[in-house]
């Protein structure tokens, strides 16, 4: 194998992974970011971090799955923060008919009566009478998670200069690997930004273990436990590129959903509301687009922990023995 100097630009879940994985692999890596603090400007930072291949198939491409299986067994043996859980995803009575529709347009799940989900999940209170259970799903914190990417890069020799706008120099490197996310717009034709607001609340009234969704016409929403008695409320979902705080209706959206799911979220303390903007192609799938020694990884959209360390593996193997998936390569 060839050693490469490669520059990736972006410290995101993209280019963090992409950093990683390719250090690894024997290559010679420097990582590029703009901010000067880590994460700063990075959607990855507002996720849920959730790695839901199934639960996610509802509305997304069958290679979100696939690719998506294949980096929940990367962030497993790469991330010890990894929480394997599984996922529950109920309804309110009067929204069984979603809980009938979400079934049908997933996999990977077993059904649960009311006293099954009473003996998982005891923090739901006995408050809905069936769920779906996906065993093999998983979530995470964000920023832990991407803070011990960060170690590991580092320990694998990566060096890292943050607070540096990379302007499009090759640096005299072998190969560009950009991740810049919603940034690099203006070169990939159709990347759009999708808005996603969310809330995080501390209550020590809810005990819940794994994320769980409650399904709604129009306002699903999913709650994800994160250490110390925090939740992430999330997430919405609206084709706009504003990155402004989140708006009363949003909130309000969010928050009575998650009091619907559980009452004690009431008295919860509001720790940050937050937005953040998704880098996403039309398909929503991401795409790895190559042109010569430059390689945009982009438009990872509602997936970008539970796709990136898939897409990287796809990355190295291109430069290592030139193979491409063309589910998701593009050659310009
Ligand atoms: C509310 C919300 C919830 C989400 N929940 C989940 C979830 O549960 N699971 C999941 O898998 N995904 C989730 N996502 C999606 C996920 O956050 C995105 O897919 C992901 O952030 C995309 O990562 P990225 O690294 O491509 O882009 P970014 O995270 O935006 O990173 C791009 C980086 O490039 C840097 N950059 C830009 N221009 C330059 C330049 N010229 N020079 C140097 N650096 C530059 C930026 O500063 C930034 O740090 C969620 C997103 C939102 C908004």
Redesign the pocket.
């Known amino acids: 194998m060839q050693q490469r100097s490669v520059v990736v630009?972006?410290?995101?879940?993209?280019?963090l992974w992409q950093a990683l994985t390719l250090a690894r692999r024997g290559h010679r890596i420097r990582l590029?970011?703009?901010?000067t603090a880590p994460?700063a400007?990075?959607?990855?930072r507002?996720?849920?971090?959730?790695?839901a291949p199934f639960c996610e198939a509802e509305a997304a491409e069958p290679v979100v799955r696939d690719l998506g299986l294949q980096s929940l067994a990367l962030w497993r043996g790469t991330f010890p923060g990894v929480t394997a859980r599984g996922t529950l995803v109920v309804a309110g009575t009067r929204d069984r008919a979603e809980l009938v529709r979400f079934a049908r347009m997933t996999e990977g799940f077993d059904k649960l009566d009311a006293e099954q989900l009473d003996v998982l999940e005891p923090g739901l209170g006995g408050r809905f009478a069936a769920a779906l259970y996906y065993p093999d799903e998983a979530h995470m914190a964000p920023t832990e998670a991407m803070s011990f990417l960060l170690d590991a890069a580092r320990s694998a020799g990566v060096k890292v200069s943050f607070g540096?706008?990379?302007?499009g120099e090759s640096q005299a490197a072998d190969i560009v690997i950009d991740?810049?996310?919603?940034?690099a717009r203006g070169e990939l034709a159709g990347l759009r930004g999708v808005r996603?607001?969310?809330v995080v609340v501390r209550t020590r009234e809810v005990e819940l273990t794994r994320p769980v969704r409650l399904l709604h016409p129009r306002h699903p929403l999913y709650v994800?436990p994160w250490p110390d008695g925090l939740f992430m409320i999330?997430?919405t979902v609206i084709e706009s590129e504003d990155s402004s705080s989140v708006t009363v209706r949003s909130a309000l959206d969010l928050l009575s959903m998650a009091y619907a799911l559980h009452p004690a979220f009431g008295e919860a303390e509001i720790i940050e509301l937050g937005a953040?903007?998704?880098?996403a192609f039309a398909d929503n799938v991401p795409k790895i687009v190559v042109r010569g020694r430059h390689i945009h990884v982009?438009g990872?959209?509602?997936?970008?922990?539970?796709?990136a360390p898939a897409l990287a593996a796809l990355v190295a193997d291109y430069l290592d023995k030139g193979t491409a998936d063309a589910r998701v390569f593009l050659f310009e």
Do not use: K
């Not at 630009?9 to 280019?15: F, L, P, R, Y």
């Not at 400007?41 to 990855?44: C, F, M, P, R, V």
């Not at 540096?164 to 302007?167: A, F, N, Y």
């Open positions: 630009v972006g410290a995101g879940i993209t280019g590029v970011e703009q901010s994460f400007d990075a959607a990855s507002l996720a849920g971090a959730m790695l540096t706008r990379w302007g991740c810049r996310g919603l940034a996603g607001e969310r994800v999330g997430a953040g903007v998704r880098p982009n990872l959209y509602r997936h970008g922990f539970l796709m």
